[in-house]
């Protein structure tokens, strides 16, 4: 048998005959604009919200560790909703919006905001990252007002040319993928 690596691998990985659930399509977002350095816990208070829960992102930092996907994950429990990890590597998001808009669910993108660095600098920080809300074909940045970009068709994000740090898709509490 001749193997051979495969250089390329699906985000959502799907069993032979297996088709695509979409989870979260109902889902009404509000875009939230973060207040500093906090976009994790504004991304996930945005998501919340959209399940009706009255959530402010100090709830969401009171629980969470801006660094520790796992934290985000056990902090969306209560909403019915855990994150499950994408298959990526560090291409560059514009190589992996169109397959994400074929998904058609809800994920958040997590992007180096400058190139990566290989070693973290002396206070033990890699390098500054963001994270955005994808839900359909939409992207939400609270980085962002939503009339300067925070709220864009995916294709016409601005920052597309930055390196995927992490894809995470949002999955229902105790889905087989889930962190």
């Known amino acids: 048998m001749s193997w051979r690596p495969d250089a390329s691998a699906p985000l959502w990985h799907l069993a032979k005959g297996e088709e695509n659930e979409i989870f979260f399509s109902d889902l009404q977002l509000e875009h939230l604009k973060q207040i500093g350095p906090s976009c994790v816990a504004t ?3 945005m998501v919340a919200r959209a399940t009706g829960a009255d ?4 709830d969401f930092k009171k629980v969470t560790n801006s660094q520790s996907p796992h934290s985000w994950s056990e902090a969306l429990k209560p909403y019915g909703m855990q994150l499950a990890y994408c298959n990526h590597d ?3 998001i514009g190589y992996l919006i ?10 958040f993108l997590s992007f180096y905001s ?4 290989s070693d973290p600098d ?3 920080k ?3 990252a963001h994270i955005v809300t994808m839900h359909g074909s939409t992207i939400y940045d609270t980085a962002k007002y939503p009339s300067k970009g925070g709220v864009c068709d995916a294709s016409a994000y601005s920052r597309l040319e930055r390196q995927t740090k992490r894809i995470f898709r ?3 509490i105790g889905y087989p993928r889930c962190l």
Do not use: A, H, M
């Open 122 to 124: 002396e206070n033990g």
């Open 126 to 128: 890699l390098c500054t």
């Open 55 to 58: 959530v402010t992102p100090e």
């Open 43 to 45: 991304s996930l208070c």
């Open 98 to 107: 169109d397959e994400l808009k074929q998904l058609n669910d809800l994920f």
């Open 90 to 92: 560090q291409r560059r």
């Open 114 to 117: 400058v190139d990566p660095p």
């Open 170 to 172: 949002v999955v229902p």
